[in-house]
Every structure is written in structure tokens, then in C-alpha cells.
């Protein structure tokens, strides 16, 4: 949390305590909230959106949460990241389903090898799978198979390498997180963001080694796959099509979660839907919109200087605030290096369960993920390798700031570009 309160403090009608604006206060109450009382997370959620929402209304005459989320004239409303993160943890939810029901699950430890191995190779597919895909379909699809490989008997700790894979996977690629896109449809390069994955392979060897080894010890893998499950080549293409529409309409639309359910809708007429699967997400859903709108009402309306030290520190924030904003305001900053801040905003939400929709999509799977002292305590490695991953990228690929791609012509900037040779003096 100490990162988050640097933003806290200015002038404002809100009430200050101890110099910190009273919403962070209360942002910060709901986190901990959260980590106390895991099993109504939901609820606790909601409490805190309700207060934050209240206080906003107390002291702030012009104040409006319908413009908040339908947004202005002169500013976009959060309706589009709400509607979008709820059309996909449901819908990804169906498709875990129909994945598992597919066969494939079954078949797979005949392709994984044994021991701590077959888990580590486990979580280097979940890595390859979100770097064209969403996170949330990787630790989704992950998730699943490791149900199946371990016959349901997964470790926390390695529930959270699952979760921390999909997130590093996403990050060196505009199409694999929301993050990147963002970044892309802003203007930056594509190829400035690729270097993130100097850090974030780096990472998982970090943290996937212990992880697998940790699972295999807890519970090995099914090393006999099931000889008599059956290939249902029907439900695969409906797979396919459901990742195929999120990525094309993610590509053209900015809003992956519309090509997710046409395709769920089309597949119906081929394959019995499993709509039994959304009421199991539903308090989970619940919860991480109400986190992200806690979030995006806090009023960060400007960040330190874009330094590589401020970059880091974004990692452990985007652990406990949404990192759709974060970013977006970084990108109205400018000054970045964009592949390293790629890195710490997609990966830093891993260190916590709530810090991604991944963690939060695959918490209806694995309930008891949710206890946020369990998940720190098992899963301690993903913080180690967030922390090492990212200055094995500072040392050897540097610090190089991008100029604002936005900037106005008329007030030039000087952008300070490190090499690893310097940053190790610093």
C-alpha cells in the first residue's frame, strides 16, 4: 500500500486524515476488508463502492457517477472497461467449461512429462497462450488442466503461478493484456513493448520452478492419461471460435468480450451451452467490477515523474488498484519506457488474487484463493520474481524513455536515457 498513498495527497473539498485524501482511506479499508474477510469478498466490495460513492456526494456538489461511467464531452466514461471485464469473466467462464468437456484436458499428460517438469512445461503453455490471448482465457484454460492433470488436488501457490503466467505472457505483446492495447491504440509501437518479456520469461523461471515443485510435492501429475476419453472435435472449434472472435473484435472493436459471446451464441446451435457455469461467477464478477470502480473513482489525476524507479513502484500499485487507469494516465504523461512499464503493470497484479480479472476469473474456479494472507504466504515466489525479473531487464536491456507520442511541439522535453552500465552506478 505505501506506493498507492504517494498519489493520496493535494487540495481538495474532500477531507484530509493525516494528510491523505479520505477516498484512499477508504479504498484502503475495502482492501483490507478484502483480506480479512475472504469468504465476502463481494460484499465487502460493495461496502466500500457504496461509502466511496457517498463521501463523493457529501462534499462534492457537481459530483455525477452517471457521467463517471457514460462519460462526457471531454472524457470517456469507465461503461466500456466494466461492460467489457463482465461480458469476459462470464464468458470465459463457459469456455473453460466447453475446454474441459472437449477431451483435450484428458489427453494432456500424456504430452506433459512427469514430476515437477510436467507442471513447470504447464506454466510456460499458460505463458505462450496469453501472449495471443486474453489473461483471463489463459489462466481459464490453465486452470482446467491442472484440475485434471492433478485430479483436483492444486496447491495455492501453484494456482497463483498460474495466475502470475497468464499475466507475464500478456505483457511483452499489444494483443495478449488489456494494458498493451491500450498502449497500442494510443499510438506507441508495438515493438516498444516486446522487451517486457527480458523480465517477464525471466520471470517465470523464477517463479515456475518453485511453483511446480511445490505442486508436485503437494500432488504429482496424473501421469496416465485417460484412455477412454473421447475427442469432441465440435466443442474445440467452438473453442477456437470463441478465442478467434475475442481477438478479432479486440483487434478492430477494442472490446474483445462482444466476439466472446457471439461466438458462445453460434456455438449453442452446435453444442449444448454450459449457462450453468454463469451463476458460479457471479459473485466473483460482482466483486472485481465493484473493485474497479472503487478504483476508478480514486482521484489520481497525475503520477511522479516517469522515472524507472516510478515504474517499479506502479508494479506493487496495480497489485491493489485497476491498471486499465494507470495506464491510461501514464500514457497522457508520457516519458516512458513503454516495455518496461508493460512489464510492471501487467505482471505487478499477480503479487495479490483481486490484482488482475485473471486472479479474480480463476478465484471462481479456486475459492480459496481468496484469502489474501494464504495466496502472499504459498505463492511468496511471485513476488520474489516480479522484483528480480524486473532488474534483469533494467540491467541488461536499460532504461530508454520514449518522447511523449502526444507531446506538443511547442514544449520539447529531454528524455534521460540509461544504459545498464549507468543504472548499476546509480
Same mark, same amino acid.
Given at each position: 500500500?505505501?506506493?498507492?498513498?504517494?498519489?493520496?495527497?493535494?487540495?481538495?473539498? *474532500?477531507?484530509?486524515?493525516?494528510? *491523505?485524501?479520505?477516498?484512499?482511506?477508504?479504498?484502503?479499508?475495502?482492501?483490507?476488508?478484502?483480506?480479512?474477510?475472504?469468504?465476502?469478498?463481494?460484499?465487502?466490495?460493495?461496502?466500500?463502492?457504496?461509502?466511496?460513492?457517498?463521501?463523493?456526494?457529501?462534499?462534492?456538489?457537481?459530483?455525477?457517477?452517471?457521467?463517471?461511467?457514460?462519460?462526457?464531452?471531454?472524457?470517456?466514461?469507465?461503461?466500456?472497461?466494466?461492460?467489457?471485464?463482465?461480458?469476459?469473466?462470464?464468458?470465459?467462464?463457459?469456455?473453460? !467449461?466447453?475446454?474441459?468437456?472437449?477431451? *483435450?484436458?484428458?489427453?494432456?499428460?500424456?504430452?506433459?512429462?512427469?514430476?515437477? !517438469?510436467?507442471?513447470?512445461?504447464?506454466?510456460?503453455?499458460?505463458?505462450?497462450?496469453?501472449?495471443?490471448?486474453?489473461?483471463?482465457?489463459?489462466?481459464?484454460?490453465?486452470?482446467?488442466?491442472?484440475?485434471?492433470?492433478?485430479?483436483?488436488?492444486?496447491?495455492?501457490?501453484?494456482?497463483?503461478?498460474?495466475?502470475?503466467?497468464?499475466?507475464?505472457?500478456?505483457?511483452?505483446?499489444?494483443?495478449?493484456?488489456?494494458?498493451?492495447?491500450?498502449?497500442?491504440?494510443?499510438?506507441?509501437?508495438?515493438?516498444?513493448?516486446?522487451?517486457?518479456? =527480458?523480465?517477464?520469461?525471466?520471470?517465470?523461471?523464477?517463479?515456475?520452478?518453485?511453483?511446480? *515443485?511445490?505442486?508436485?510435492?503437494?500432488?504429482?501429475?496424473?501421469?496416465?492419461?485417460? !484412455?477412454?476419453?473421447?475427442?469432441?472435435?465440435?466443442?474445440?472449434?467452438?473453442?477456437?471460435?470463441?478465442?478467434?472472435?475475442?481477438?478479432?473484435?479486440?483487434?478492430?472493436?477494442?472490446?474483445?468480450?462482444?466476439? =466472446?459471446?457471439?461466438?458462445?451464441?453460434?456455438?449453442?446451435?452446435?453444442?449444448?451451452?454450459?449457462?450453468?457455469?454463469?451463476? !458460479?461467477?457471479?459473485?466473483?464478477?460482482?466483486?472485481?467490477?465493484?473493485?474497479?470502480?472503487?478504483?476508478?473513482?480514486?482521484?489520481?489525476?497525475?503520477?511522479?515523474?516517469?522515472?524507472?524507479?516510478?515504474?517499479?513502484?506502479?508494479?506493487?500499485?496495480?497489485?491493489?488498484?485497476?491498471?486499465?487507469?494507470?495506464?491510461?494516465?501514464?500514457?497522457?504523461?508520457?516519458?516512458?519506457?513503454?516495455? =518496461?512499464?508493460?512489464?510492471?503493470?501487467?505482471?505487478?497484479?499477480?503479487?495479490?488474487?483481486?490484482?488482475?480479472?485473471?486472479?479474480?476469473?480463476?478465484?471462481?474456479?479456486?475459492?480459496?484463493?481468496?484469502?489474501?494472507?494464504?495466496?502472499?504466504?504459498?505463492?511468496?515466489?511471485?513476488? =520474489?520474481?516480479?522484483?528480480?525479473?524486473?532488474?534483469?531487464?533494467?540491467?541488461?536491456?536499460?532504461?530508454?524513455?520514449?518522447?511523449?507520442?502526444?507531446?506538443?511541439?511547442?514544449?520539447?522535453?529531454?528524455?534521460?536515457?540509461?544504459?545498464?552500465?549507468?543504472?548499476?552506478?546509480?
Amino acid at each position: 500500500m505505501l506506493p498507492v498513498f504517494t498519489f493520496a495527497a493535494g487540495l481538495t473539498a *474532500i477531507p484530509l486524515i493525516f494528510g *491523505i485524501r479520505t477516498e484512499f482511506i477508504l479504498f484502503g479499508l475495502t482492501l483490507v476488508g478484502v483480506a480479512v474477510f475472504h469468504n465476502k469478498t463481494m460484499y465487502v466490495a460493495l461496502a466500500g463502492f457504496a461509502s466511496i460513492l457517498i463521501l463523493k456526494y457529501l462534499f462534492l456538489p457537481d459530483y455525477s457517477f452517471v457521467e463517471h461511467i457514460a462519460g462526457s464531452a471531454g472524457k470517456e466514461g469507465e461503461w466500456r472497461t466494466l461492460l467489457n471485464l463482465t461480458g469476459l469473466l462470464f464468458g470465459f467462464g463457459i469456455l473453460a !467449461k466447453i475446454f474441459e468437456e472437449s477431451g *483435450i484436458p484428458d489427453k494432456l499428460p500424456a504430452f506433459l512429462p512427469d514430476g515437477w !517438469k510436467g507442471g513447470f512445461v504447464l506454466l510456460v503453455l499458460i505463458f505462450f497462450l496469453s501472449s495471443f490471448l486474453d489473461n483471463i482465457a489463459a489462466a481459464m484454460i490453465g486452470g482446467t488442466v491442472a484440475v485434471v492433470v492433478y485430479r483436483g488436488k492444486v496447491h495455492l501457490g501453484y494456482l497463483a503461478a498460474i495466475v502470475a503466467a497468464s499475466n507475464a505472457g500478456g505483457s511483452g505483446s499489444v494483443v495478449g493484456d488489456t494494458t498493451t492495447t491500450l498502449m497500442w491504440i494510443d499510438g506507441v509501437n508495438p515493438l516498444d513493448v516486446t522487451h517486457a518479456y =527480458v523480465a517477464a520469461f525471466s520471470a517465470v523461471f523464477i517463479f515456475g520452478i518453485p511453483a511446480a *515443485i511445490v505442486q508436485d510435492r503437494y500432488h504429482s501429475i496424473k501421469k496416465n492419461p485417460d !484412455k477412454k476419453a473421447i475427442i469432441d472435435k465440435t466443442r474445440i472449434l467452438i473453442v477456437v471460435f470463441i478465442l478467434a472472435g475475442a481477438i478479432v473484435t479486440n483487434y478492430l472493436l477494442d472490446f474483445p468480450a462482444l466476439g =466472446v459471446w457471439i461466438a458462445i451464441i453460434l456455438g449453442s446451435f452446435l453444442r449444448k451451452t454450459p449457462w450453468d457455469e454463469i451463476p !458460479k461467477s457471479v459473485q466473483g464478477t460482482i466483486f472485481l467490477v465493484a473493485l474497479v470502480t472503487c478504483a476508478s473513482l480514486m482521484p489520481v489525476e497525475e503520477l511522479p515523474a516517469a522515472t524507472w524507479q516510478t515504474a517499479f513502484s506502479l508494479g506493487f500499485v496495480s497489485a491493489v488498484f485497476d491498471n486499465i487507469p494507470l495506464t491510461k494516465l501514464c500514457l497522457e504523461q508520457g516519458g516512458y519506457d513503454w516495455g =518496461v512499464l508493460a512489464y510492471t503493470v501487467g505482471f505487478g497484479g499477480s503479487m495479490l488474487w483481486f490484482g488482475s480479472s485473471a486472479g479474480v476469473a480463476l478465484s471462481n474456479m479456486f475459492p480459496e484463493m481468496r484469502s489474501v494472507v494464504d495466496y502472499v504466504k504459498k505463492g511468496w515466489f511471485i513476488i =520474489v520474481a516480479y522484483i528480480i525479473g524486473f532488474f534483469i531487464m533494467l540491467g541488461t536491456v536499460g532504461w530508454h524513455p520514449h518522447a511523449p507520442h502526444r507531446k506538443d511541439k511547442n514544449s520539447p522535453q529531454k528524455i534521460e536515457v540509461l544504459t545498464p552500465a549507468e543504472i548499476t552506478r546509480q
